[in-house]
């Protein structure tokens, strides 16, 4: 199993008068070179999931294990490594630096890995090729499409190789073109051996054909209803 989560639960602060139950109870497996989606109304924990998963946080309670890995039983240190290695990150608004050049922004991911920038190049160069944005590489990100950043943006998420790709609501501000685009990209990398998890209620995302399984969410559980 590629993720298991046993009885998760995160309170944001806890024993606080703005306490927040935004998870509670969730077990959940996922397994490897599958694409899934998790949906359900705003505020019902679909970001907070995807957070734990992504060892962006972690649970108050409960176990987690994310690619063969225990986030909570690892120093910060090696975490963050872990992460690197193996979670490309691609986040709703994209979170592309608008002042660095495409290549740049690619880049960054691959800077911690020590690799000379011979090979961060030619790595680079490849994914601008692959995703049809070379003749954007020099250009500041601020000033490309909205459908050349969402592919910078998962670009900058494979940079690194990673076996595990997280979307929080990609598609929110697409049209529906891009939208479809998206997910053929989706569908191609779990063809590749992938395993991709999307948050979204976006019915051209929930309703790919290349989607295995969805999970519906209701206030920070999982419905199974
Ligand atoms: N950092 C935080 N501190 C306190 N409360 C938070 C924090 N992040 C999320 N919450 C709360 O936790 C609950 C779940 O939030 P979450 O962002 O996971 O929902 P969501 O399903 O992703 O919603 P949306 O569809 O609007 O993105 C919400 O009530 C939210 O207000
Ligand atoms: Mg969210």
Same mark, same amino acid.
């Given at each position: 199993m590629f993720i298991e989560l046993e009885g998760v639960a995160k309170i944001y602060n806890q024993g606080q008068i703005n306490e927040v139950v935004a998870l509670r109870d969730i077990d959940l497996r996922i397994e490897a070179h599958t694409l899934n989606c998790l949906r359900g109304a705003s =505020?019902?924990?679909?970001?907070?999931?995807?957070?734990?998963? =992504?060892? %962006?946080?972690?649970?108050?309670?409960?176990?987690?294990? %994310?690619? =063969?890995?225990? &986030?909570?039983?690892?120093?910060?240190?090696f975490l963050t490594v872990h992460r690197r290695r193996c979670i490309? !990150?691609? !986040?709703?608004? !994209? #979170? /592309?630096?608008?002042?660095?050049?495409?290549?740049? #922004?690619?880049?960054? &991911?691959?800077?911690? *890995? =020590?690799l000379n920038r011979r090979a961060m190049a030619e790595r680079v160069d490849r994914l601008l090729q692959r995703f049809s944005i070379s003749h954007r590489g020099n250009f500041p990100a601020g000033r490309i499409s909205g459908g050349e950043l969402q592919r910078v943006a998962?670009?900058?998420?494979?940079?690194?190789?990673? &076996?595990? /790709?997280?979307?929080?609501?990609p598609t929110a501000h697409l049209d529906s073109g891009l939208s479809r685009e998206f997910m053929e990209y989706m569908a191609?990398?779990? *063809?590749?051996?992938?395993?991709? /998890?999307?948050?979204?209620?976006?019915? *051209? %995302?929930?309703e790919h054909p290349a989607v295995d399984r969805v999970i519906d969410m209701k206030d920070g559980r999982i419905d199974v209803s």
């Open positions: =505020g019902c924990g679909k970001s907070t999931l995807l957070s734990i998963i =992504g060892c %962006v946080i972690q649970p108050t309670s409960g176990r987690a294990a %994310v690619a =063969g890995l225990q &986030p909570a039983r690892m120093p910060d240190r490309g !990150f691609i !986040f709703q608004n !994209f #979170n /592309i630096l608008p002042a660095l050049t495409v290549r740049e #922004n690619i880049t960054l &991911p691959l800077v911690p *890995q =020590g998962i670009a900058r998420a494979l940079v690194n190789d990673p &076996p595990l /790709i997280l979307a929080d609501e191609a990398l779990k *063809q590749a051996g992938k395993t991709i /998890i999307i948050t979204s209620h976006d019915p *051209q %995302v929930t």
